[in-house]
Structures are given as C-alpha cells and as structure tokens.
C-alpha cells in the first residue's frame, strides 16, 4: 500500500463525520455548477430540446462560426463593452469620491443617517428599480415635467436608442454608489492618525493629506475592487437590462447576454446561444486572471 | 502654516460638501416620494404631468383594485413561501460546508476551497442552466428557485472566516467530552455564531425575495409567480387591469398609477425592515472583505 493511501484512510477514520457534512454541499457545487460548465459541450454540438443534456453528436466548430460571421452579434459585443466600459468608468471612482466627502462628516449621528440613505437602493429588486426607472423618464414623470417647464416637448426616453445608455449607467450609479462606500469608509477609519499630524508638520494642506494619506491607505480596497469588477466586466446588468429595453432601443441596448437568452431560451437555439455564452465566460475568467497578475506585478495587491 | 478646520478654504469646503450631500439624500429619496404621490393621485393630474412630490386629487381607488386582486396576494404569499424554502436550504448548506472548510487539520481542505472558489471567475452560463434545470424536471416547483443558488461562494466565505476566528478551546474540550462532529457543531460552534448566522438568513433572505429571473424563467402558470414576477409583467405590459367589479371610471384611474401603487405595496416590507437590519448587512461585508 502507498504511503498515500495511508494517510488518506487515516484522515477518513478520523474526520469521517466532516466529510459527511460535505457531501450535500459537493452535490450541490456538481449539480448546478460543474455540470452546466460540462454542459458547454453543447456550443460543439447538436442538441436536442427534451433530447440528452450533453447533446446528440459533434458538429465542430459550426455554431462558433454561425456567431462570428454574424453581424448581430457584432452589435451586442460593442453594446456590452461601451455599457460595460461606461459603468466602470462611473460606478468605480463615485463611491470613493461619496467615501471621502462623508469621512469629512464630524457629526456622528449625520453621517449614520447619511449612510443609511445611501446603502436602501442597494436592497431592492432589479425589478422596482426598473419600475422607478419607467415613473421617472415617463411622459408624465418628473423629467419630462422639468422639460416642459422649460418649453420642451417631451421626450419618450425608453423607446430612443441614444437615451439608453444615459438611463442604464445613471440607474446603476443611484442603486450602488452608496453601498459601495461601505469598504472605503472601513478602510478609511484604519488610517493611522499619526500619519495625518506627520503630513501638517511638514505644512501639508488639507489636499495633499487626501493626496499623500489618504488615497494611499484605501489604494489595497480600491485595487481589490478593481479586479472584481474588471472580472464581471462582460456581465454588465442582464437582468436590468431585460427588463428595460425593447426592440426600438436594441441598437444600444442589447448586450451578448440579452441576445443569447432570446437566442438560446426563446428561440430554442440552445447550441448557438452556448457558443455565444461560453466566449463570453472565457473573456471574462480571462480578463480576472489578467487583471489579478497586472495587480499583482505593478501593486502589489491580488486576490488569491 | 494653515491651521487645518479653520482655514477659510476648508470651511468652504465644507459647505460645499453639505450641499452635494445633501443633494445625494434628495435624488436617492426622491423616487420614493413621487412613487407615492403619485400613487394616491387622480388619473387627470397624473396624466398631466402634475403630480411631484404632493399627490393632487388624493383617492385610493387603485389601492383598492390591487388590494382586491386575488392574484396579487397569491403571487405575494409565493415570495414569501418561495423566500422561506430556498432561504433555509442554502443556510444549511452554506453552514455545512463552512464549517467543514473551516477546520485547517482536514486533508483536502485546499481542494475543497478551490471547488467553491473557481465558481466565482467561471460559471456555466445561462443556457446550460436552463438545459438543466429544465431537464431535471425542476420547472414549477420551489426548487427551481432555490436549488440553483443554494450556496453563494461570498456568503460561505463569510462564513468559514468566522468559523475559523473561533477559539478551539472550546471544541477540544466537547470532544473529549464525548460529543461527535455533529454534536459540536449544534451545540457549541452555531449558539456561538447566531450573529453570523442571522447575518446570512439575512443576504440569502433579501436575495430571494427580491428575485425575479429564475421564476420568469421556470414558471409557466401566473398562479406560482412571485410577486416580484407581477410587478415585472406590469411594467412590460404583459397584464393590464384585470377587475370584474371595476367600472370603466376606476379603470381608467387604474391605468394611470396601478404600476405606482403596485411598486409601493412591493417595496413596503422591505422599507418596513430596512431600519432593523441594515447593520447587519454592513457587518457581513465588513466581515467578508477582511477575509477577501
């Protein structure tokens, strides 16, 4: 017997009963995690709705070829970075700046009250906030009252393709810019105060403190959240989306996730819409584990 | 040398800084408030564009239409029941599982980690889930809905980082005590972390309840909807006002602010609890970034 298996048995006898606890747990992560990623198969092969999970027989690369030489898809690729790129662009540095602005709040009652404001979009489902989203760009809701205050006609925001972009990003930032200082506003309260009385006797002002103390101590958090959000960069808001757009704002706002579910679950075309979700995943574990190298090398800071 | 609080250039910062505040807390809020107005306004006002932040002609006619819907509470006591199942499954799994990953002795505690982990940066996708589930025979039942995301890696993480911030003191003596795995784990490791336990029935809880795609996607009768799915039809104009009783006036009415009157009555429990909770949640991030 190898020495392996020695020690293996041992560890069997003696945590037997942890093991167990684990099993239902392994089920789970088998089930409905690994046997979907095996289930990608699919995308190089044909399947039959009803017929076997895995599918029937090999076609190649045939449904990888369908979506790169089609022009839709082109669409929704550009459509998911810009949405993406945009929400980035926005929803990455608000939260820091609303962090530092509320660190300045001395009074401590006032900043909890501010905060708890800031944190209940946060907790409601995607579906209310596209609600909201539809009272308020409605031809009677507030926004449209502001331009006809002004002499405006009024403008049927959800159904102009130019105006999607603006609305998604804009919705974004009010459900997570708050909730998102929470890491920041930790990490701020673990400066060293010594190091703020260091920086006044060398006659730093106010902005060169935030310059020299302050950005540097939440630089870790910020590059953390960095990497997460560069990994999740393709999975821009699916289900928001879906629920506010409509083939009149389909040119901008139709990303590849959209397009495969109408693809794969409305029209049945599961092969084609696999091959389209699993270039999608493959972009995305790419662009985590690049960008948790580059963290890695120029910072310091990774996630694992 | 500037005598930092004092010097003319804070203090006008500091004004500034009330004002943006202030205006963050107005735009945040703002939706909420015109929601309601709206929401007890008469039809002509609203369809006018006049109805801000005060309602104008007040009526609850469309509250009572939504009210009387038999639908609508069924639909609402679904999320309730759908919130209840899938909250206790995956707090049992998440349990389990962080627990046995919080002890450092097992063998093939890494490899256990990484199975949990990899599903973070790489998931299956839409499409193959769907194959599943639908193949599984799991479509209009509970466990469409919480057997998919019975365990989410974040929360197990939160949780293994507190199991493991336990003394072991305490374990070692109940073993040799006598009391197995199973036992220790009941009676001496959970009373000791009800806080974090009642943290993650908390994340998972709000999770369901406001969960709306895996009923959409795996419910075909209107009676199995949650109501998360109701309001969702409505907004896309899937269902209008359905109301025997109604007469053409109040229907009318209803068109103007049904969706208004909908959102408030779903977002309700939610701002209810809010206060209470909330600083749950923030310990529970807290707890999981020391960890991240």
């Known amino acids: 017997m190898k020495p392996q298996d020695r020690t293996w048995r041992r560890a069997l006898r003696r945590d037997w009963q942890l093991y167990t606890l684990a099993i239902l747990p392994l089920l789970f992560f088998l089930i409905f995690r690994y046997a979907p990623m095996l289930g990608n198969v699919i995308a190089f092969r044909k399947f039959q709705p009803g017929g076997n ?9 045939r449904y990888v070829n369908m979506f790169l030489s089609d ?52 907790f409601l489902s995607v579906v209310i906030v596209a609600a909201l989203v539809m009272q308020m760009t409605a031809v009677d809701g507030p926004i449209n009252q502001v331009l006809k205050s002004l002499g405006e006609e009024p403008v049927t925001f959800l159904q102009q393709p130019e105006w999607f972009r603006t609305i998604y990003v804009s919705s974004e930032v009010w459900q ?85 579910f109408r693809m794969g679950v409305l029209s049945s075309n599961f092969s084609y819409a696999a091959a389209i979700g699993l270039f999608e995943a493959l972009i995305g574990l790419v662009l985590v584990v690049s960008a948790n190298v580059i963290s890695r090398r120029t910072v310091g800071t990774s996630l694992w | 040398m500037v005598t930092v609080g004092t ?62 819907d038999p639908m609508f509470w069924r639909n609402y006591g679904n999320t309730v ?50 194959v599943l589930v639908t193949s599984l025979g799991l479509r209009n039942s509970v466990w469409a809905i919480a057997l998919p995301n019975a365990i989410s890696v974040f929360n197990l993480l939160v949780m293994k980082a507190f199991f493991e911030s336990l003394p072991n003191d305490l374990e070692e003596a ?55 799915v109701y309001l969702r039809n409505l907004i896309a104009g899937a269902t209008g006002v359905e109301n025997a009783g109604a007469v053409a006036g109040e229907l009318t009415q209803a068109a103007a602010n049904i969706q208004s009157v909908t959102i408030v009555l779903t977002v309700l429990p939610i701002l209810a609890v809010y206060p209470f909770v909330q600083r749950y949640f923030v310990s529970g991030v807290m707890l999981g970034a020391v960890k991240g």
Request: glycine share 6%; aromatic share 16%; charged share 10%.
């Open chain 1, 53 to 61: 999970l895995f599918g029937e027989e090999w076609v190649g690369l």
């Open chain 1, 176 to 260: 997570t810019v708050g909730w998102g200082t929470i890491l920041y506003l930790a990490a701020l309260t673990t400066i060293d105060e010594q190091l703020y009385e260091a920086a006044r006797m060398d006659g730093a002002g106010r902005w060169r403190q935030i310059w020299h103390v302050t950005l540097p101590g939440i630089r870790p958090t910020a590059v953390t959240l960095m990497i997460l959000n560069l990994g999740t960069f393709l999975a821009v808001g699916f289900e928001k989306i879906l629920l506010l757009y409509n083939p009149l704002t389909y040119p901008t706002a139709d990303v590849i996730s959209t397009y495969l």
């Open chain 2, 81 to 130: 029941y759908y919130t209840v199942v899938a909250t206790l499954v995956a707090i049992v799994l998440t349990t389990c599982y962080a627990y046995v990953l919080s002890k450092k002795h097992l063998k093939g505690r890494t490899a256990l980690i990484w199975i949990a982990v990899f599903t973070m940066i790489f998931s299956g996708g839409l499409i193959p889930n769907y």
């Open chain 1, 71 to 122: 022009p839709t898809f082109w669409t929704v690729f550009t459509n998911t970075l810009v949405l993406g790129g945009l929400t980035l662009l926005f929803c990455f540095p608000l939260p820091i700046v609303l962090a530092l602005l509320l660190n300045e709040i001395r009074t401590r009652r006032l900043k909890r009250f501010l905060q708890s404001v800031s944190y209940l979009p946060h």
């Open chain 2, 174 to 228: 109940a073993a040799i005590d006598g009391l197995n795995t199973y036992g220790i784990l009941w009676r001496i490791t959970l009373p000791l972390s009800k806080a974090v336990v009642a943290t993650m029935v908390l994340f998972y809880a709000v999770s369901f309840w406001n969960s709306w795609f895996a009923a959409f996607l795996y419910m075909n009768e209107s009676e199995l909807f949650p109501v998360t």
């Open chain 2, 7 to 68: 010097s003319r250039g804070y203090r006008v910062f500091q004004a500034v800084n009330a004002v943006v505040l202030t205006g963050v807390v107005a735009v945040t809020l703002y939706p909420f408030f015109n929601i309601l107005a709206r929401s007890f306004s008469e039809e002509t006002y609203i369809r006018a564009g006049e109805v801000n932040l005060i309602p104008r002609g007040f009526n609850l006619t469309t509250y009572e239409i939504v009210a009387s």
